[in-house]
């Protein structure tokens, strides 16, 4: 136990570390004053060299060589399995290798802003190119230490466990299905009313957090501010959301609380003993069931008609609104509007996962060499055609609308999508366990769903890897077939 003991005293260090680190970076998305930039800059340069100096550690090697997980218990057992992952991926990478990653990232994503304002993603593409064979260099040594090929080794940091053969199923699965089924939605679905504006941003502040603490989340532990781009952070007892602001569409805002809330339910439910290890840290659990969470309130409660049912009149008397056009079910028409759009990130939720594959097919050809960086424009295009059956005018519509790429986040993408199968097939089993969920949603007992995620994905924390999490959850493992029923159900059945 001497050893699992020392890992636990590491561990609870560097977890303690981790969170400070979020913890500026929230303020710095927030509050921070506009000069602090450069002083940040450095605060959380050296926080993160030390992190990693503590990470990397070969003492933590030699424990984890030492320790004997038959005597431990299966929280403590599953710690040293996170533990292994973080101590794997953080040591697959020279730290040369690290710093001129970092290095190009940031010339990178400098140079990105420009291009994308002005459209023109020549401008970006020989610093991409450089950037993606740093990547690939950071693939290779990943797949050594890891035994995965390049993708995986990369898509493994945000999806553990999950491999490109089982994406490659789920996406293909999807892909095959959306274009047609996109024909029919359109065909089906009924005009609505349009919402108009302007909606008074301090009113949409105030109904904000009235939605947020209906989903339980709680002023007690948790804050809601203002961000360009929403975003959850912090764990247990500390968790800070955001959400961002348009005169024009209230649902916009609202919809942003409903998926980072969550996100920080999920950061506030793990098991309180584990709170400062690795086990209980939810983002340990990969991006792909976190969005899982985030898309169950956004997507699979928000986006349903019994959720509106209830939030309408709330909606109604924020804004003084009446009439035809403030009905529950307008408004439940508008907010599941779908349509053929170019941007991923205001993508309805039938259209979204294509958003995703597209991304996912073309970011795996560049790290295994059969797409060139200046070849982009072109493969987006035609590859959004086939998935959404449109093409987009320009390249800030096109290849240059996303940071990931251009932070180095190579492997990232696949998450969104998988997160939201993983959302319909836990809100498929929530069902079963729950036959009238969506009736109590409608009478405004949110904690009925809320309380079942929670309870059955939440607190088990990083006891199980993803994929044993999902069977251990429904009784199967990872099927798009939940979410095909699930968005036939929605836009077609009931349309």
């Known amino acids: 136990m001497q050893a699992y003991q020392q890992l636990e005293e590491r561990f609870e260090q560097i977890m303690t570390l981790k969170q400070i680190d979020a913890l500026l970076d929230w303020d710095r998305s927030t509050f921070m004053p506009e000069e602090g930039v450069n002083q940040r800059a450095k605060q959380v340069e050296v926080l993160n060299v030390k992190i990693h100096e503590m990470q990397t550690d070969p003492q933590i090697g030699e424990w984890l060589a030492k320790v004997d997980v038959k005597n431990l218990d299966p929280w403590q057992a599953a710690n040293v399995r996170v533990m292994r992952w973080l101590y794997n991926h953080a040591t697959a990478v020279p730290a040369h290798l690290v710093a001129q990653k970092m290095n190009q990232e940031t010339r990178t994503e400098m140079i ?34 890891l035994n995965l090929p390049l993708y995986d080794a990369l898509m493994d940091a945000y999806a553990p466990g999950m491999s490109v053969a089982d994406v490659d199923e789920a996406f293909d699965d999807v892909a095959a299905f959306m274009p047609g089924f996109l024909d029919d939605v359109l065909a089906a679905q009924k005009e609505a009313l349009p919402l108009e504006g302007p909606f008074d941003i301090q009113k949409q502040q105030q109904l904000c957090q009235q939605v947020a603490q209906m989903l339980g989340f709680d002023p007690a532990w948790g804050r809601l501010d203002i961000s360009v781009h929403p975003f959850s952070s912090g764990h247990g007892h500390d968790v800070r959301i955001t959400t961002r602001y348009r005169e024009d569409d209230f649902a916009d805002s609202l919809q942003g609380v409903a998926h980072e809330a969550g996100h920080g339910l999920y950061d506030r439910y793990t098991p309180a ?175 009925v769903f809320t309380g079942w995620l929670r309870d059955n994905v939440q607190e088990k924390g990083c006891l199980y890897t993803p994929p044993e999490l999902i069977q251990a959850v429904t009784g199967e493992k990872m099927s798009t077939r939940f979410f095909k029923q699930h968005v036939t159900e929605r836009y077609l059945a009931a349309a």
């Not at 993603?121 to 610093?127: T, Y």
């Not at 898309?295 to 409660?301: G, I, N, T, Y």
Request: proline share 4%; net charge positive; charged share 25%.
């Open 112 to 145: 990105w802003r420009k291009a994308r304002a002005e459209s023109d993603f020549k401008q970006v593409a020989d610093e991409l190119s450089r950037l993606l064979d740093i990547v690939r260099e950071h693939a290779a040594a990943k797949s050594k230490k």
């Open 273 to 447: 003993t584990w709170h400062h290890q690795p086990v209980g840290a939810s983002q340990n659990m990969g991006m792909a069931i976190h969005e899982s969470q985030s898309l169950s309130l956004d997507m699979q409660l928000g986006r349903s008609r019994e959720y509106w049912q209830y939030l309408a009149p709330h909606v109604q008397k924020t804004f003084g609104g009446s009439g035809a056009a403030w009905t529950a079910e307008n408004i439940y028409r508008n907010v599941t509007r779908v349509s053929r759009s170019f941007i991923r990130v205001e993508a309805d939720e039938v259209t979204y996962p294509a958003h995703v594959i597209l991304r996912y097919r073309l970011e795996k050809a560049m790290v295994e060499g059969k797409l060139e960086v200046r070849d982009l424009p072109e493969a987006w295009r035609a590859e959004m055609e086939k998935l959404i059956g449109i093409a987009p005018p320009d390249d800030r519509r096109g290849c240059l609308q996303d940071i990931h790429w251009y932070m180095g986040a190579f492997g990232y993408f696949p998450s969104y999508a998988l997160g939201a199968f993983i959302a319909a097939q836990f809100a498929h089993k929530m069902k079963q366990d729950v036959p009238d969920v969506m009736q109590q949603v409608a009478k405004g007992n949110i904690a």
